[in-house]
C-alpha cells in the first residue's frame, strides 16, 4: 500500500521542500486549505483531505479534518488483525507521516489590539487533535510539528524506508510538549478574561532560551527557560549586545538590578551583589548616579551587576570600564559607549526595553513538591498611607532620603535594614536573623556618613534597640511600617534622641 503524508501547517517553512522530498520518495500527499494551495501552486501533486473523508470542509473551516478516515488513519494500529479488517471494511487507508502546526494563537493574543473573537478564532482544533492522535500512535506514525526536524526525518526515511522507533518517540514527545503549551496559552487567557484569580489547578508553559554551564555551582545543572509574553522588562527578554554567555547566577542578579532599577523615574544606577543591591544612587546626569553608586560601597560593587534607566554615555562607559563588573544593563549605550566597555572581553552589555515596561501578573516560586504565587510587590511610597509618629516632622532633606530608603529596603533580603541619604544608600544589612543585627551591619557599613541619615526598615521595630542603634550613629530619620506592641517604646526613643520616625502602614519582607 503506498504510503501517505498530511501535511497542514501555518508555518511554511520548509514545507515546499520537505513535501517535495517526500513525493520523490512515493509518498501521497494530504493536505488542506492554504497548505494545499502553497504546495499545488508550486508543482507538488497533493490530494485534498475532503477527497478522502467525501466531506467538504464547513462551518469557515472549523471542521474538515475531524472524520474517521482521517482519525482512523492516524489511530490505526498498523499490524493489528482486527484493526487491519476495520479499516479495509470501512475504507481507510494508514497515515504514515504527518506534519502539523497549529493556528498562532500566540502571536495573535499578543497583538495589543487583539479581540476576544480574533483569540477564540485562533484556538486550533483539529491540528491539537492530529498530532494527539498521531502522537499517541507514534509506534506507527512519525508526527512532526517543528521544521527543524524535517531533514532528520527525510534522513532516516531514505536510509530505512522509515524512522526509527527512537526517533518516533522523541518527536511524540515534542508533540506532547507543544500542545500542552499551547493549551496553557489558551487557558491563561480565558482565565484572565474570567478574572479568576486562584484557579483549581494552574499551568504555565516556558520556552528554552538557553542551556547554561552550571547552576548556582560547577556540579548542578541548569538551563534558562523564558515565559513566552512575558515582561519586555525583564533579563529574559534583554538584548545581549557583548560578552560571554550569562551564568544562573548572572541572571539572578541581573533580574534583581532591573527588579530595583524600575523604582525610579529620575536617573539612577543600581549595584547588586548576590541579589542584595551593594550601592544605589540617584542624580540628575547616569554619570552622577553612577558616581553615587559607586561611592555608595566602592568594594563590593567589584564583580557586580549594575542597571542604569538611562542611555550610557562615553563619560560614564570611561567610568564603568574602570571597574571589574559581570553586567551592564541599560537602555541603551551610545556607540563611544560601546566602543569603549568592548574592549573588555568578558563584561556583558545587555539592554531592555524601559519604554514597553509591563508588570508580570504573578510571581512565582517553586519549592519542594510545589509552586507559590503571589502578586508582585508594587507597593510604594506613594501608597503608603503616611503617619508621622514623632514630635519632629521631617525635613525636605529626610523626606526624599527616607523615600529613597524605602525604594531599596523592599528589594533587600529580610531581615533588612537600609541607611540613606538624599541621593544614595549608605549602608545595607540584609539577611539576618534580628533586625538590630541587620541594623548594625547598615550602621557600620554607613560610618560617619550616618550623622544626618535616614535609616529604613523593611518591618517595624520589636523593641527600640535598633532606634537605639540608629541613634547612636547619628541617624536623624527612620522610616519603618509600624505595628507593633511595642511602637510606643520606639516612638519614645526617638522623640528622646530629637530623630523623626514615619510610619507607612506597610512591611516589605523579601525572603
Not at 192 to 216: H, I, S
Not at 246 to 275: C, G, P, R, T
Not at 456 to 479: L, R, W
Not at 502 to 507: A, C, E, H, K, S
Request: charged residues 25%; aromatic residues 8%.
Amino acid at each position: 500500500m503506498k504510503k501517505r503524508a498530511l501535511l497542514s501547517v501555518s508555518d511554511k517553512n520548509g514545507i515546499l521542500e520537505f513535501a517535495k522530498e517526500l513525493e520523490s520518495l512515493g509518498y501521497e500527499l494530504l493536505s488542506t486549505g492554504g497548505t494545499m494551495k502553497h504546495l499545488a501552486d508550486n508543482g507538488v501533486a497533493v490530494t485534498a483531505v475532503d477527497a478522502v473523508t467525501g466531506f467538504p470542509e464547513i462551518m469557515e473551516g472549523r471542521v474538515k479534518t475531524l472524520n474517521p478516515m482521517i482519525h482512523g488513519g492516524l489511530l490505526a494500529k498498523q499490524d493489528d488483525p482486527s484493526h487491519i479488517a476495520q479499516m479495509v471494511e470501512h475504507g481507510i487507508q494508514p497515515i504514515d507521516v504527518v506534519c502539523v502546526n497549529l493556528y498562532p494563537f500566540k502571536e495573535t493574543i499578543s497583538k495589543p489590539d487583539v479581540t476576544n473573537e480574533d483569540a477564540i478564532e485562533n484556538i486550533d482544533i483539529g491540528g491539537p487533535a492530529m498530532l494527539r492522535a498521531s502522537a499517541k500512535n507514534h509506534a506507527y506514525v512519525t508526527v512532526i510539528v517543528d521544521a527543524t526536524d524535517y531533514d532528520q526525518v527525510l534522513s532516516e526515511i531514505k536510509a530505512d524506508g522509515k524512522t526509527t522507533l527512537e526517533t518516533r518517540r522523541r518527536l511524540a514527545a515534542k508533540v506532547f510538549r507543544h500542545t500542552a503549551a499551547y493549551d496553557a496559552l489558551i487557558a491563561g487567557f480565558l482565565t484572565d478574561l474570567t478574572g479568576e484569580e486562584f484557579p483549581e489547578q494552574v499551568t504555565y508553559t516556558y520556552e528554552l532560551k538557553q542551556p547554561l554551564r552550571y547552576g548556582e555551582n560547577p556540579h548542578q545543572k541548569a538551563a534558562f527557560y523564558s515565559r513566552p509574553l512575558g515582561s519586555d522588562f525583564s533579563i529574559a527578554y534583554a538584548e545581549q549586545l557583548h560578552g560571554k554567555e550569562l551564568s544562573y547566577n548572572n541572571i539572578q542578579d541581573a533580574n534583581a538590578a532591573i527588579q530595583i532599577i524600575k523604582e525610579f523615574d529620575k536617573a539612577a544606577a543600581v549595584a547588586v551583589k548576590h541579589m542584595n543591591p551593594c550601592g544605589v544612587g540617584t542624580g540628575e546626569t547616569i554619570f552622577d548616579a553612577f558616581n553615587k553608586a559607586y561611592e555608595a560601597d566602592s568594594t563590593s560593587i567589584f564583580g557586580g551587576i549594575i542597571a542604569l534607566n538611562r542611555e550610557v554615555d562615553a563619560a560614564t562607559a570611561e567610568k564603568l570600564s574602570g571597574i571589574f563588573l559581570e553586567i551592564i544593563i541599560a537602555p541603551a549605550f551610545t556607540e563611544e559607549a560601546i566602543e569603549i566597555l568592548t574592549k573588555k572581553k568578558n563584561i556583558r552589555l545587555m539592554t531592555i526595553s524601559f519604554d514597553q515596561h509591563k508588570k508580570d501578573k504573578w510571581n512565582t516560586v517553586s519549592v519542594e513538591g510545589g509552586l507559590l504565587m503571589q502578586e508582585p510587590d508594587a507597593y510604594g511610597f506613594a501608597d503608603a498611607t503616611i503617619k508621622v509618629a514623632t514630635d519632629r516632622q521631617p525635613t525636605e532633606a529626610e523626606w526624599e532620603a527616607m523615600k529613597l530608603g524605602w525604594a531599596v529596603v523592599k528589594h533587600v533580603k529580610s531581615n533588612a535594614i537600609v541607611v540613606t541619604d538624599d541621593n544614595m544608600t549608605l549602608g545595607v544589612g540584609a539577611g539576618q536573623m534580628n533586625r538590630v543585627g541587620a541594623a548594625n551591619i547598615a550602621l557600620t557599613q554607613a560610618g560617619e556618613r550616618a550623622k544626618g541619615a535616614a535609616l529604613a526598615s523593611d518591618a517595624f521595630f520589636p523593641m527600640d534597640d535598633t532606634v537605639e542603634a540608629a541613634a547612636k550613629a547619628g541617624i536623624t530619620a527612620i522610616i519603618q511600617p509600624g505595628g507593633s506592641v511595642k511602637d510606643e517604646d520606639s516612638i519614645k526613643k526617638a522623640n528622646e534622641y530629637g530623630i523623626t520616625m514615619v510610619f507607612t502602614g506597610v512591611r516589605h519582607f523579601k525572603h
